[in-house]
């Protein structure tokens, strides 16, 4: 039985076990709440912090406080950048939301 991560190899000398190469990829949809997580999130640490959401520090936080579990960094800030940031009207902002988001940097 191959153990985890390993491939059986068979071959003239014998049979052996080695790393595999393949990688299994896991896609699943974001969800409302998780996009609210990473607005509010945003909201909260933006330019409090001196961050905006274009670069890569706010992004790579989220990842280590675990703020979506399962997520990575890259793929929160595509998920704001290519979804959140263009369909802010659905997320019912108020208006202190949207000056918060204004001011980490998002096109309101």
Not at 74 to 87: A, D, E, G, Y
Not at 96 to 105: F, I, M, S
């Amino acid at each position: 039985a191959a153990r985890s991560g390993e491939e059986e190899v068979v071959s003239e000398t014998g049979t052996g076990w080695r790393k595999s190469s393949r990688v299994e990829i896991v896609t699943s949809f974001y969800s409302m709440s998780e996009d609210r997580k990473i607005l509010n999130y945003v909201m909260d640490h933006g330019r409090v912090e001196g961050i905006t959401v274009g670069g890569d520090r706010i992004w790579k936080m989220m990842e280590k406080k675990t703020v979506l579990v399962g997520r990575s960094w890259q793929s929160m800030k595509q998920r704001f950048r290519k979804s959140i940031s263009s369909k802010l009207e659905n997320y019912n902002l108020s208006g202190q939301e949207r000056k918060q988001l204004a001011a980490a940097g998002v096109d309101i």
